[in-house]
């Protein structure tokens, strides 16, 4: 049970990690569309929430996919997402045509949070640089 364990939290890992990495440079070659983004939100300091986001992203994309430090990334990560996910896809405020995608990307995006929480609760399992 355990090697089965261990497997499926890579995989897991992976799988995440697959969306945070590439999101990440992506938002470093589009710097400009992200902030803008960020700003059409209402956000403040749109140029440090873009960077903020890359480092994230890319940071604990990548702790994430090693395992190392894996529940501190998990956690951030999470919390990342929390955080953009109730600003990003506010369905309840956006018109009607809108409501259904934004509403799923909502709850696709809380269901990643309960993943990385998963991960932050037991750890990146046996495959990892943390080989918990």
Known sequence: MNA???VAALIG??????MYIPAGFSKIGAFAGTSGYI???????PDV???LAIVVELV???LLLVGWKTRWAALALA???LVATVFFHDFWAVPEARQFTERLMF?????IVGGL???YAFGPGRYSVDKQ
């Open 4 to 6: 089965t364990r261990d």
């Open 13 to 18: 890992r992976i799988l995440i990690a697959i």
């Open 39 to 45: 700003a059409s939100k209402g956000l403040p300091l």
């Open 49 to 51: 929430g873009a960077a």
């Open 60 to 62: 604990g994309g990548i």
């Open 79 to 81: 919390a990342f997402t």
């Open 107 to 111: 709850s696709k995006n809380i269901a």
């Open 117 to 119: 929480l998963l991960a």
